[in-house]
């Protein structure tokens, strides 16, 4: 068996069902909020989105001409092996997936502003590791698009407004953002830890799906809180008006220092865009998220 051949085939899949197939939760919550939106024009736009859901499916195109940067995290199990070979199948597989799917090249290099023309370059597409017992690897690709990124943001606050000040900062950043991140969309929200360490919680944060509450009952009335604060702003579907801005709150926190209080807000488009896989150490594939459609 060629563990190598299985991690990409396994990359390239779930790259391909990322960008075309939503998944479910997300699906399910654009529909209620149609169902559930007053304005008529925060209705035509959701209609819109959801017959571009539709069309990416029926023709097995990317749901949005941006397919994003690559983003993978690695869950891997401590007896895994040749997890130092894992990079180079990922990065095969995201050239494969630019040509063949066909992904729109995201690239581009800061100083020269080339693109490399195929989603990869220094530390693109980046790896997140986390190690677990056992032998699988656990697989999760999300691409994610240039509007919700540039509006992502870390700060710091003041220590002694603790929660409040939270809130404050997440409903400043979903006024601020506006219209550029193409709502409705997914607030990822950490506290804590350092700057860096905020971001990183913050955007992983955005992998949890839409229908799967806080297990902490004190956080989960926390993302209610600033899920309803954040629909009452008004901005709605594509900035264009109404009680629909944001299809939820994901929040999660690290303890921090003292006289620090990191936090950050990372914002995902409509299109929120992930899957993940499990291999085993056999070469058995589980596909977690997407049923295999092809």
Same mark, same amino acid.
């Given at each position: 068996?060629?563990?190598?051949?299985?991690?990409?085939?396994?990359?390239?899949?779930?790259?391909?069902?990322?960008?075309?197939?939503?998944?479910?939760?997300?699906?399910?919550?654009?529909?209620?909020?149609?169902?559930?939106?007053?304005?008529?024009?925060?209705?035509?736009?959701?209609?819109?989105?959801?017959?571009?859901?539709?069309?990416?499916?029926?023709?097995?195109?990317?749901?949005?001409?941006?397919?994003?940067?690559?983003?993978?995290?690695?869950?891997?199990?401590?007896?895994?092996?040749?997890?130092?070979?894992?990079?180079?199948?990922?990065?095969?597989?995201?050239?494969?997936?630019?040509?063949?799917?066909?992904?729109?090249?995201?690239?581009?290099? +800061?100083?020269?502003?080339?693109?490399?023309?195929?989603?990869? #370059?220094?530390? @693109?597409? /980046?790896?997140?590791?986390?190690? !677990? *017992?056992?032998?699988?690897?656990?697989?999760?690709?999300?691409?994610?698009?240039?509007?919700?990124?540039?509006?992502?943001?870390?700060?710091?606050?003041?220590?002694?407004?603790?929660?409040?000040?939270?809130?404050?900062?997440?409903?400043?950043?979903?006024?601020?953002?506006?219209?550029?991140?193409?709502?409705?969309?997914?607030?990822?929200?950490?506290?804590?830890?350092?700057?860096?360490?905020?971001?990183?919680?913050?955007?992983?944060?955005?992998?949890?799906?839409?229908?799967?509450?806080?297990?902490?009952?004190?956080?989960?009335?926390?993302?209610?809180?600033?899920?309803?604060?954040?629909?009452?702003?008004?901005?709605? +579907?594509?900035?264009?008006?109404?009680?629909?801005?944001?299809? #939820?709150?994901? @929040?999660? /926190?690290?303890?921090?220092?003292? !006289? *620090?209080?990191?936090?950050?807000?990372?914002?995902?488009?409509?299109?929120?865009?992930?899957?993940?896989?499990?291999?085993?150490?056999?070469?058995?594939?589980?596909?977690?998220?997407?049923?295999?459609?092809?």
């Amino acid at each position: 068996m060629d563990m190598a051949k299985v991690i990409e085939d396994v990359a390239f899949n779930i790259l391909k069902q990322a960008v075309i197939y939503l998944p479910e939760d997300v699906k399910q919550a654009l529909k209620k909020a149609y169902a559930e939106e007053t304005s008529e024009t925060g209705r035509t736009q959701l209609k819109a989105i959801l017959d571009n859901i539709e069309l990416a499916e029926k023709y097995q195109a990317p749901v949005c001409q941006d397919t994003g940067t690559i983003i993978f995290y690695v869950k891997a199990g401590a007896e895994a092996k040749n997890l130092d070979k894992l990079e180079e199948p990922l990065i095969k597989a995201v050239r494969r997936a630019t040509k063949e799917i066909p992904l729109r090249p995201n690239a581009v290099d +800061p100083f020269t502003q080339k693109n490399s023309g195929d989603n990869t #370059g220094r530390f @693109i597409p /980046y790896l997140n590791w986390e190690i !677990a *017992s056992g032998e699988s690897i656990e697989l999760t690709v999300m691409t994610k698009g240039g509007g919700s990124e540039n509006v992502c943001l870390t700060g710091m606050l003041v220590p002694g407004e603790g929660i409040n000040g939270l809130k404050k900062f997440v409903i400043d950043a979903v006024i601020k953002a506006g219209a550029q991140p193409c709502p409705p969309t997914i607030l990822g929200v950490a506290m804590g830890g350092g700057s860096d360490i905020a971001i990183k919680l913050a955007k992983k944060a955005l992998l949890r799906p839409l229908n799967e509450p806080n297990p902490n009952p004190e956080i989960a009335k926390l993302e209610k809180e600033i899920f309803e604060a954040a629909n009452m702003t008004g901005i709605g +579907p594509m900035g264009l008006g109404g009680k629909t801005t944001v299809l #939820g709150v994901h @929040i999660d /926190y690290a303890y921090r220092h003292p !006289a *620090s209080f990191p936090a950050a807000v990372a914002f995902n488009c409509w299109a929120a865009r992930r899957a993940s896989a499990q291999i085993d150490a056999d070469g058995n594939v589980e596909y977690l998220t997407h049923k295999m459609r092809w």
